[in-house]
């Protein structure tokens, strides 16, 4: 096909990702869907948005158009300076920079850190798009195994020995895709470990405000200072369209990030941190963080409960207490993906676990998303995807 | 500075950005500046704009502000087809990849073709974002110097053959810094040379349609099908803030950007997305157009009638025919880095030639925006200018 194109090896290297093929089918009409990552479209706050947009281009006009600073809008950084620190992250405004989502911030993590070979641990499974962000700078892939506490930092210890991994990748809090939130414990260990040596740990933290149950834990960059670069995003939490995320590191290498993200895209639209920064100026965002954590507890619990209801046994589910995914576990040797066209005959789709191994994956798991369809939904799909799995246990 | 922190090799090889430096200097109140690349602010259409998003979140509401592909809006993508189909450019929807801005287009440009040692032949000045979006790839860049009629294209063929590139990099029209635009006979042979050896030609054009005097000339991408890349953008036509350019390359390889674009930010806003097109698709984009030529014309005739009122002799200039930007040479030897400084205590201020050249550099070379700053601030900005010139040649 690229007969006659040289691409850089990179580019070559890519595989083209399954889920997105995944992802096409499930999208046909009649299928319940718990396959995509989508947040309720239902509760986007469009009409208070709508607000922002008439207020800031009444308010700033062409300022809101115009070329902005690489690291952000500033009353948008301290804001979220401000919020991280009642929290207890002790950051100021110059910390953060605005990002286009937390992709974005992956990617220009890989940027900063990765050389083709350099080591990397993630979890076992993990964001498959931090897999793919890292992929572009050529790494290799360490993975570690879970359990319910979050990464077995036993074998992290043994691998930085072993490798000294640049980066360590973590999502501390609901995991996607397991739904598995680091224990307090782990996560002291773990900042431990990335000042002893020396090795940043990059916190991917689009769910942490969505806990429903439980109590709350703190961040690891609360614990952990300057070995600990989080990652945020507004995407979960207003709207994933407007596309504005950020990234938290000391100042002391800020200039680096500045310096990537500057040539990635000069900066993230200015309208739309504008827009964002109307929306929560004025006390909106807690609000409407309540208002997802009800309606996705609901669901959640819908979920688990018709779960309960209809899977056979052998059938075992993680149980997360916020979030927007939990993680099925299959009998050993059966294959999720195997069973996907089964599930899409009768109108219900996921993602099967395999794309969010970076190695050895364990094909008998499956990702459910939570958030993006009704509680009646859920329990019709559940009910019909019980059934595939009775039928072809 | 970063005593514990191991970063990729690229991140070590980048040097910080001298220009950013001094566009702090420049924008000292009272400083008439020509140094920026910044569209008039007052021309942006804002009430267009207002109109645009209330219609955009009443007629999508949640669609609008939801994950969407990461190729971009359908809608906008035909439009731009269609747009640059009626220039000659046959190209379909699919052929067209929304990004953010067309800084985006040039790092995944950068992601998709360069391998460190790679060879990148690049003008010679050429715009500092893509030698700085490139370089994050590590590659060696060759130089070509350029006359009246843009790069002289026997050292391009020299270079081919001894090199082998990955890739050519020009900026056909108006281009940023020199304002030089490349004549139609060396359109016509770059084509044929990227024909026939294989080597993609990247169009960086976000000028294109900004023409004041002349007869427009066939894009390369008109001429050159499958191996000219075309980068386009909204930023100078309607909004830089809004951070909307495009990729046109051929359906062939577009998978490859579509997967670099997704590692990258998963997709670019869906709301900016809509916004632009909710403002093209009633036909505001030609009107608009017609009345930022008439205004950049007059700012550009003002700065030329200026520059022959007040220079001394041996200033020259070049006499673009569209665009934002006019380069000055000052007398060989003087270095217009060192005059910066005497400029600035005279209230004004332009960009230095140097960080515009890859490799050798002229420091007897400057830049001038004429974009930014009113025909009465021309003048007066050049008057002082002038008298700089006058007392330290």
Redesign the interface.
């Known amino acids: ?2 007969l ?8 070559w290297e ?1 595989k ?2 399954a889920i ?1 093929e995944i992802l096409k089918i499930t999208e046909l009409p009649d299928v319940i869907s718990f396959a ?1 990552g ?2 309720a ?2 509760l ?1 706050p ?1 009409d208070e ?2 607000e922002a ?2 207020s800031v ?2 308010k700033f ?8 600073i690489t690291l952000g809008y500033p009353p948008l950084r301290k804001f979220l300076a401000e919020r991280l620190s009642k929290r207890g992250i002790k950051v100021g405004f110059e910390d953060v920079m605005i990002t ?2 937390s ?2 911030g992956l ?1 220009l993590v890989g ?5 083709r070979g ?1 080591f990397v641990i993630v979890e076992n499974p993990t964001y498959l ?1 931090a897999l ?2 890292f ?3 050529n790494p290799h892939f360490i993975t570690v195994e879970m359990d319910e506490e979050g990464m077995i930092l036993e074998q992290v210890e043994e691998h930085i020995k072993k490798s000294k991994p ?1 980066l360590i990748y973590a999502v501390s809090n609901f995991q996607n895709p397991s739904g598995i939130t680091m224990s307090k414990k782990r996560r002291e260990r773990l900042v431990e470990l990335a000042k002893e040596y ?1 090795i ?1 740990v990059i916190d991917d933290n689009p769910y942490g405000e969505l806990r429903f149950k439980g109590e709350d834990l703190p961040y690891l960059k609360e614990l952990g200072g300057d070995w600990i670069i989080e990652l945020g995003t507004f ?1 979960k939490l207003i ?5 504005i995320g950020w990234i938290v590191v000391s100042k ?2 800020m ?2 990030f500045e ?2 993200k ?11 941190q504008h ?1 964002i920064y109307e929306y929560v100026k004025n006390g909106n965002l807690d609000r409407h963080i309540e208002l997802l954590k009800k309606e996705y507890s609901k669901r959640r619990d819908a979920m688990i409960s018709a779960l309960k209801k209809y899977c056979p046994e052998g059938v075992r589910w993680t149980e997360p207490e916020g979030g927007l995914f939990l993680w099925v576990f299959l009998p050993e040797g059966v294959s999720a993906t195997g069973l996907l066209d089964k599930a899409v005959e009768r109108k219900v789709a996921y993602v099967p676990g395999k794309p969010f191994f970076a190695k050895e994956d364990k094909d008998n798991t499956l990702r459910l998303n939570f958030s993006n369809a009704s509680c009646e939904k859920i329990e019709e799909g559940i009910k019909r995807l019980a059934q595939v799995f009775k039928e072809y246990l």
Not at 4 to 10: C, G, K, T
């Open positions: 096909m690229y006659n194109w040289i691409f850089s090896e990179r580019t890519m083209s990702s997105r995509g989508l947040p479209p239902e986007f469009v948005l709508k947009c008439e281009l009444t006009g062409p300022r809101s158009l115009q070329y902005s286009a989502g992709q974005q990617d940027k900063a850190f990765l050389d350099s798009g793919h962000a992929k572009a700078y640049r020396y940043p995407s709207s994933p369209g407007l596309r002391e290498v200039g680096v310096k990537l500057q040539g990635a895209d000069l900066h993230t639209s200015t309208f739309a827009m």
